[in-house]
């Protein structure tokens, strides 16, 4: 599982930078309300530290390293992220912003709506360059298997793939210390973007393309294509939950890894492994444990030992703070009075989704797995999709320790080195739908009886649709995560439904009344992650003329 | 969720633009009761996935009396629904890459201007006005038609839908149309999914379906679906005000609302004739090196994401309006070709107005459904295939 995003300009982790003083990194503002922002997902998905940079519009500070000299926030902010004059949007419309049926009265003015409206919207303006820049034109590749992410379980694969004598594998991974020494040649950290379905008529009939973090596309053709992309920490819904200072694991982590201090008396949200791995990487600095159900002997141990207090069965109701968190608002599951906690960070620890977009692209059958609440590729035991040639390991296919990925990961290179025809579409049994309910059902249909207050609970936070709003598309008889997407935007922002979807698809389930699997899925289109026109420019294809 | 009733006096195949707003005239005009049945989700089809182009620069007088209609019924639409479109009329700009593409406008230029729209002729300079960061060479002029504009298209699907329910038509999603029960020569019921539902009148407004289900009706169609990809990306500051269309490659493109470039470009011939609604990484290698070539400085923005839908082209270019002349009751409401959101809110009053039974001011010989059948030369067309 990739989990740390490197700092580019460090080779490894004894070679830290120096640690900074406490606080995040770079001021950011909402898109829509103004809302402060700071780092939130640290691995490159998420909106909260876009910068541009001399050569590039919109990257993320997480991996092209903080802060970054003669580096700007992208941000719409004015005169300054910190101090933002359109922040009064916030306050004057505490219920948002109705851009659906508002700004239409009086007609006289609805010329000048569309301009302002207009004005605030977007990111930044791209450099006015009059010459043609030189696309770099797309490297092409050709290999037996390409792997893709470079985890516990692509590394055994990839390694276990070499040993049996296949050749040539490649790999690549959107960190580069992990593809260092295993890509062949190296792509430096190379994020794959696009996995079209496979075209039989081809001798290679796989055809991937990765974006590279310096810039070009490659198109790698490939017999096999092993899927190891691991997965993310998900958000969780709370008023105040895009508040500087609540991040996730993964955030919490990469954050320390670039030498700050994200925060010095966090709660962490969270009962599995994950808050294991918060609690063990910052030893001083969690002030409590709050888990939306029991929690397990070996972490009340942990916080036992270290003073933590623990608050299993609560909600989270509420993040308080003008700039940051502050202070955080629980209530005992079932009811109970409001309790407020002290902190100046939440980690969000409790779920960890699998990535599903190259899955979904390349047309494999998914099924939802209630445990993470995600979707997964159906697979047989060695791991192959109903795509032929594609094949899942890792977290990407289930969510088991890490031995076993490793274990897993061995038998689908056993598969491939053992030359085993790649599956048909058919000969594996549909694994539908299982469908327990995610533990988080019941949480957030306590939860939404909180909805309601001054404070905003943002569902989408790209774009900065509201709880509220997919309440009320409900409300309509909207039903159906595509239709609610199209009438909220939920899931059209930079992170493409990343942060929102996992979440959107639990309230749907409680709205409608029926299982998540049923709600529906947002189609997954690509690319994986933004990618540069001057990429996609060197894709080869049929020369265009008057058509 | 099932039909309320076992017989309606309309029965609207399609809940696209076109089948919504056909079933708001219809209802205005007091016909009912009616039902929409569509087999996707609302907004699955091209009204959930065009690029928002409304323009009045056509190759035929008809078109372009329509299109104006279409304007105004769109200047009106936030006040008549509630629903706020943010339609925007900040132009349309042909672009001409050469003096030979620049003479191919000339003919439209002057059938706009005589139907009394203020299309200009815009020079080299002018084009680099409208569109600031044009690599300069790349366009020798164009046209621009500043009364055109752009919309958003779902306000306009939620705004018709509310309206529809406020007024008891029924709209029911996830039924397939699977053909008609006739009586001789007329239409007598529609077959579903879901059973049979009797009715005098079916509307086939099914867009890149339509085909497929004239022919479940056993009728003889010219038009055909064709899959088309658009793009859009990252968010940026607003620096482009008009649609910006080049009709040698069917390039468009326009900035939206929220600051996106959202466009697309005619497909190359697909021998296979799939239209199956997913992307390719052909067209985004093609897109992005029109973008790229067109504006260099878009080279470093980002493409968010990319998808695709179908157009319903007729071998003409013009739309279908009129009842089937094999099969009394079935009234053709398709073949718009990527046009539908354009030309609906005035194309459907006439579509409404022959289910009604009154004469339409649309020459059968030139939207008829049997047009096709006559070989007649001369006969109008709109070569246009544009966003």
């Known amino acids: 599982m990739n989990r740390t995003p490197a700092d580019p300009r460090t080779s490894g982790d004894d070679a830290r930078p120096p640690p ?57 902010a004015w005169p300054s992220p910190r101090w933002d004059l359109f922040a009064v949007f916030d306050g004057l419309f505490p219920h948002g912003i109705d851009t659906l049926r508002g700004f239409r009265r009086p007609a006289i003015l609805v ?108 198109e790698i053709a490939s017999r096999r294509v092993v899927v190891a992309t691991g997965g993310y920490d998900a958000s969780l819904l709370f008023a105040g939950n895009d508040r500087p200072g609540v991040v996730t694991a993964d955030g919490a982590v990469s954050l320390a890894s670039a030498g700050f201090s994200p925060f010095s008396h966090a709660i962490v949200f969270g009962d599995g492994p994950r808050a294991r791995d918060v609690l063990a990487r910052f030893p001083r600095e969690i002030a409590a444990i709050v888990a939306p159900n029991e929690i397990g002997p070996d972490l009340v141990a942990i916080a036992a030992d270290r003073g933590i207090p623990l608050y299993p069965r609560s909600l989270l109701v509420r993040a308080e703070g003008r700039r940051g968190v502050r202070r955080v608002a629980l209530r005992a599951r079932g009811g109970g ?18 990535h599903p977009q190259l899955f979904f692209q390349c047309g494999a059958r998914m099924r939802w797995d209630p445990r993470p609440g995600a979707y997964r590729p159906v697979t047989d035991p060695t791991g192959a999709t109903t795509v032929p040639g594609v094949y899942a390991v890792g977290f990407a296919r289930e969510s088991a320790v890490p031995s076993d990925a490793e274990g897993g990961a061995r038998r689908t290179a056993e598969a491939i080195a053992a030359g085993a025809p790649p599956p048909g579409p058919e000969p594996l049994a549909p694994a539908e739908p299982l469908d327990p309910p995610h533990p988080l059902l019941g949480y957030y249909r306590e939860l939404l009886a909180e909805l309601g207050g001054r404070e905003k609970w943002i569902a989408c936070p790209c774009e900065d649709v509201l709880l509220s709003e997919i309440v009320e598309a409900n409300e309509r008889g909207y039903r159906g995560i595509e239709v609610v997407k199209r009438y909220t935007g939920l899931g059209t922002g930079l992170c493409q439904g990343r942060y929102c979807l996992p979440d959107a698809l639990l309230i749907l389930s409680i709205l409608e009344g029926r299982p998540p699997s049923r709600v529906g899925y947002i189609t997954q289109r690509p690319p994986v992650v933004p990618t540069r026109l001057a990429d996609l420019a060197g894709i080869p294809g049929p020369e265009e003329g008057p058509s | ?53 409304v323009r009045q620069q056509w190759q035929t007088r008809a078109t372009i009396r329509l299109a104006r209609e279409s304007v105004a019924a769109y200047r009106r639409f936030a006040r008549d629904f509630g629903y706020n479109p943010w339609f925007r009329q900040s132009g349309y700009l042909f672009l001409a890459e050469d003096a030979a593409a620049l003479e191919r406008l000339g003919p439209v230029h002057e059938l706009v201007r005589s139907e009394g729209l203020s299309s200009e002729w815009v020079d080299a300079a002018g084009v680099a006005r409208h569109v600031p960061g044009i690599r300069p060479g790349a366009a020798v002029g164009g046209t621009y038609l500043g009364s055109d504009g752009t919309l958003y298209p779902f306000p306009v699907v939620w705004g018709l839908h509310d309206a529809l329910r406020a007024a008891g038509v029924e709209i029911l999603h996830g039924i397939e149309a699977l053909g008609v029960e006739r009586d001789g020569g007329r239409v007598r019921a529609l077959q579903t999914s879901r059973g049979r539902i009797a009715t005098p009148t079916v509307v086939n407004a099914a867009g890149g379906w339509s085909r497929e289900f004239s022919e ?87 493409v968010l994401r990319a998808w695709s839908g179908l157009y319903d082209d007729t071998p003409d270019g013009l739309p279908i309006v009129g009842e089937d002349p094999a099969l009394s009751g079935f009234v053709h409401a398709n073949g718009f070709g990527g046009h539908g959101m354009m030309l609906a809110p005035s194309s459907t009053e006439r579509v409404a107005r022959l289910v009604l039974g009154e004469r339409i001011d649309l020459d059968p010989a030139e939207f008829g459904p049997g047009r096709f059948a006559s070989t007649g030369s001369g006969r109008p067309t709109e070569a246009l295939q544009l966003g």
């Open chain 2, 216 to 302: 479940r009706c056993g009728l003889a169609v010219a038009n055909r679906a064709t899959r088309h990809e658009i793009l859009a990306t990252e968010p940026l500051k607003p620096f482009l005000d008009p649609m910006v269309v080049r009709a040698s490659d069917g390039l468009y493109f326009s900035q939206t609302m929220r600051g996106e470039i959202v466009g697309g470009l005619s497909p190359l011939a697909d021998p296979t004739g799939s239209i199956a609604m997913s992307s390719s990484a052909g067209f985004l290698g093609r897109m992005a090196r029109a973008l790229v070539d067109l504006l260099p400085g878009l080279a470093s923005v980002g």
């Open chain 2, 1 to 53: 969720m099932k039909a309320e009733r076992s017989e309606y006096r309309v029965v609207i195949v399609g809940a696209g633009v076109i089948g919504l707003y056909t079933a708001h005239h219809l209802a205005r005009r007091g016909a009912g009761p009616i039902l929409i049945v569509d087999r996707g989700f609302l907004s699955s089809g091209a009204s959930g996935r065009n690029g928002g182009g």
């Open chain 1, 20 to 76: 900074r003083p406490p606080g995040l990194p770079i001021g950011q503002r909402s898109i829509r309300y103004h809302r402060p922002r700071a780092p939130f997902c640290g691995i490159g998905y998420c909106t909260n530290c876009l910068v541009r940079t001399d050569a590039r519009l919109n990257v993320r500070a997480c991996r092209e390293g903080y802060p970054v000299d003669g580096v700007r926030p992208t941000s719409h």
């Open chain 1, 337 to 354: 009075p409001l309790m407020t906690l002290e902190a100046d960070g939440v980690v969000l620890a409790h779920r960890r989704i699998p």
């Open chain 1, 111 to 218: 010329r000048a709506y569309q301009r302002v409206v207009r004005r605030l919207a977007g990111y930044a303006t791209p450099r006015v360059a009059t010459a043609r820049a030189p696309a770099p034109p797309t490297q092409r590749r050709a290999c037996e298997v390409l792997v893709i992410g470079q985890g516990t379980a692509g590394r055994a694969v990839a390694d276990e793939l070499r040993r049996r004598g296949v050749d040539p594998v490649m790999t690549v991974d959107r960190d580069r210390r992990r593809s260092e020494g295993a890509a062949s040649p190296d792509l430096g950290r190379a994020t794959a973007v696009f996995l079209p379905p496979p075209d039989p008529a081809q001798p290679h009939p796989l055809r991937c393309y990765v974006a590279r973090d310096v810039g070009g596309l490659v």
